[in-house]
């Protein structure tokens, strides 16, 4: 089942914060979050393995509370470059095999 | 550089023909996937394969197909089964650690 992403769509001034909120109704092995800009392949920004497992790279951080099966993408100090859609993917594995679902994404754009 | 190359980059099929779309990764890993996106749409999952000659069906297999004869290559088919073709289509392959790098996709139109 695809997980839900809120919100749909985001706009912000540059250097405001926003936070994009994904949540599953099964349990999951993986959390990923991906940025794809207009018209190019999506980019892998981070994995979340495990419950309460917080990442960040540089302004970017993520959280995966696995009881709730709920992850949520932080963007701080938000840059011109930060707009895009952001998918987050529940993956699921059985056996040896990874499957990778996505949401339907959340538009940001940050203006000047 | 390691990463995965799709082809062609735009691709346009007439009704009732079969096309195939390529990918080949030259980042040794196992698992790879097909995923298709519609304007303003998510990535929906059509197949994956975990290793050589196996391969399983995603969310929306109807109308495709696939092969995996080669641990760097793994092909799309579109056959004419698929009624509604026009789409982004987007490979990926699977590392270790579990991030997932994407190909920059083929656009496929029907004519």
């Known amino acids: 089942q695809q997980p839900v992403q809120s919100p749909q769509a985001v706009i912000l001034r540059e250097g405001e914060d926003a936070v994009i909120n994904c949540s599953s109704s099964?349990?999951?092995?993986?959390v990923h979050w991906y940025r794809q800009k207009h018209g190019e392949a999506p980019v892998f920004l981070m994995i979340l393995l495990k419950g309460g497992e917080q990442k960040g790279h540089e302004k970017i951080s993520a959280s995966f509370n696995e009881k709730k099966q709920q992850s949520s993408l932080y963007l701080t100090a938000s840059q011109l470059s930060y707009s895009g859609t952001y998918f987050c993917?529940?993956?699921?594995?059985?056996?040896?095999?990874?499957?990778?679902?996505f949401g339907s994404g959340t538009r940001l754009l940050v203006r000047p | 550089d390691g990463g995965i190359t799709q082809s062609p980059k735009y691709l346009f099929r007439k009704e009732g023909q079969n096309v195939t779309l390529s990918c080949e990764q030259n980042?040794?890993?196992?698992?790879m996937y097909w995923y298709r996106q519609d304007p303003g749409q998510g990535l929906r999952l059509i197949y994956y394969s975990q290793i050589v000659n196996d391969f399983q069906k995603g969310d929306i297999a109807e109308g495709y197909s696939v092969s995996r004869e080669k641990k760097e290559s793994f092909p799309l088919t579109v056959t004419s089964a698929q009624k509604n073709p026009t789409a982004f289509y987007l490979c990926?392959?699977?590392?270790?650690?579990?991030?997932?790098?994407f190909g920059s996709g083929t656009r496929l139109t029907v004519v």
């Open positions: 990926a392959a699977r590392s270790i650690r579990g991030g997932y790098t």
């Open positions: 980042l040794n890993h196992d698992a």
């Open positions: 099964k349990a999951l092995y993986s």
């Open positions: 993917g529940t993956e699921r594995r059985a056996d040896s095999s990874y499957k990778l679902i």
